[in-house]
């Protein structure tokens, strides 16, 4: 196997032409010995008719008829042709050429027709060897009816010398131009691939310490030129990625770190002291508690988030009731609302048949309210409704509370990231969030060929509309 593109291209471009200049030589070679040949014929074909004439004047002016053939072929000259005549039993009668390498007999004299030309090779052997092309035709002179057959013969050495000729041109021209050839396409090959080796020398050294570096681009607009911009983008995209994985891993390590120096304090604050009172004790296992459950519900979102990214996530789809999900999802969460200070409101919309999977559904909402109240001061509200816009289902989560900064908007779908602290209401129900809620419910969404934004948020409060397409409760 050849593992050089620039050979394989050489002989490919080598192959092709050979195939081309072959083709063209046979071509050539082939119409021009028909036309030399046609030509011969052409001549042989005008002596037999002078011939013919003159025989026929001669026969017809000599008292002595038996003359009139030598006295025609006399009369007659024809450079490079010999001329015989014979008579109906194929004897010789007379004969001239510039050669005197014999007659050229006729064919079978019962295979001539009267009147008509008869052109054909033959090889003679006696006086002076060679092929010779000849052209016969049989004729009655007037006025005695004697029949006689003249014959008109060319050699065809010549005609063979020009076409060796030819043959031996072609021969040394085509190995010539192909070896020419060959040294040009390989000098083109390497001259074309140029930029593609040094891309690959570049590309050998990029590694993911330098994914910085792009390969060089000698000309944007040709297809080199866009293979190296497109692997350039495919650079900044895997760089992009390994970044915001970095960022994952320092984030999830940063949030795993603060449930884990909490249990590891708390327990080592219980184990300094040999004697302490069970309320003591209780406390300090409460506070491992929520820890735990916090810890357990980040490990669980990052497990899905990493099945997610993997594409190993399967929805359990099945038909049930949208809102009736969005009714108990409130009923469920009314109770954490309630010990904030907060009233729940929703408005939903009676018997609406969906397709998908409730579990992740029921998070989606379940994270979009629990967002809600981290945010909304005592006395607030959060209104959950449902409604139906053309060929949407929409899913409103809008509260009283304090906003998100208008800096901090295009980012609160990022994973991990969280608005100021201060501006919630604390650790609500011990499992204070990592970030992560709003990114699932966002992929949840998207998950149902679904979407969902941020309508609204000011010092009034905030809108999330999560739409899910109605032609998913069909499927």
């Keep these: 196997m050849i593992n050089s593109v620039r050979l394989r291209l050489t002989l490919w471009h080598v192959t092709v032409l050979a195939l081309l200049l072959t083709g063209f030589s046979l071509f050539v070679y082939t119409l021009l010995s028909t036309t030399l040949y046609s030509r011969i014929d052409a001549v042989l074909s005008s002596v037999v008719d002078g011939s013919v004439s003159m025989l026929a004047k001669e026969s017809s002016e000599k008292k002595v008829e038996a003359l009139a053939p030598w006295h025609a072929l006399k009369a007659l000259s024809f450079p490079e042709t010999h001329l015989a005549i014979f008579d109906a039993t194929g004897a010789l009668i007379a004969e001239k050429g510039a050669d005197s390498y014999g007659a050229v007999k006729p064919p079978v004299m019962i295979d001539l027709s009267f009147n008509a030309i008869h052109l054909y090779t033959v090889s003679v052997r006696s006086g002076k060897d060679g092929i010779f092309r000849a052209a016969a035709f049989k004729v009655n002179a007037l006025p005695l009816n004697r029949t006689y057959v003249i014959v008109a013969s060319r050699s065809l050495a010549p005609l063979q010398q020009e076409l060796a000729t030819v043959r031996r041109i072609f021969y040394i021209a085509v190995p010539g131009v192909l070896l020419l050839a060959g040294f040009a396409g390989w000098f083109l090959a390497r001259k074309s691939l140029a930029p593609v080796v040094a891309m690959s020398e570049q ?63 708390a327990t080592s604050v219980a184990l300094d002291s040999e004697h302490r009172e069970e309320d003591d004790y209780r406390s300090l296992l409460t506070t491992v508690n929520d820890q735990v459950r916090r810890l357990s519900r980040i490990v669980e979102d990052l497990f899905r988030l990493a099945r997610v990214d993997a594409g190993r996530y399967a929805l359990q789809s099945h038909r049930f009731y949208l809102d009736e999900l969005v009714t108990e999802t409130a009923r469920s969460e009314r109770l954490l609302a309630a010990s904030r200070e907060i009233c729940i409101e929703t408005s939903v919309l009676p018997e609406v048949p969906y397709y998908g999977d409730e579990e992740l559904l029921r998070q989606m909402i379940s994270n979009l309210i ?32 304090v906003g998100i900064p208008v800096e901090a908007q295009p980012r609160i779908f990022e994973r991990f990231f969280r608005v100021d602290e201060a501006r919630s209401n604390g650790d609500h129900h011990g499992t204070g969030g990592a970030g992560l809620g709003l990114s699932i419910a966002r992929w949840i969404a998207e998950a149902h060929h679904g979407h969902l934004e941020l309508e609204r948020s000011d010092e009034r409060g905030s809108t999330f509309v999560a739409m899910l397409p109605v032609f998913q409760n069909e499927a």
């Design 203 to 265: 590309a050998r050294r990029i590694s993911a310490e330098n994914l910085q570096e792009r390969l060089p681009v000698v000309n944007s607009r040709d297809e080199l030129g866009r293979l190296a911009t497109a692997f350039n983008e495919l650079l900044s995209r895997v760089s992009a990625a390994l970044s915001l994985q970095r960022q994952f891993m320092a984030d999830a390590s940063h949030e795993l770190r603060t449930p884990v120096s909490v249990i590891q304090t």
């Design 370 to 401: 629990d967002n809600s109240i981290k945010y909304t001061r005592p006395g607030g509200k959060i209104r959950l409704g449902l409604e139906q816009r053309e060929r949407e289902y929409l899913i409103t989560v809008s509260d009283s509370g």
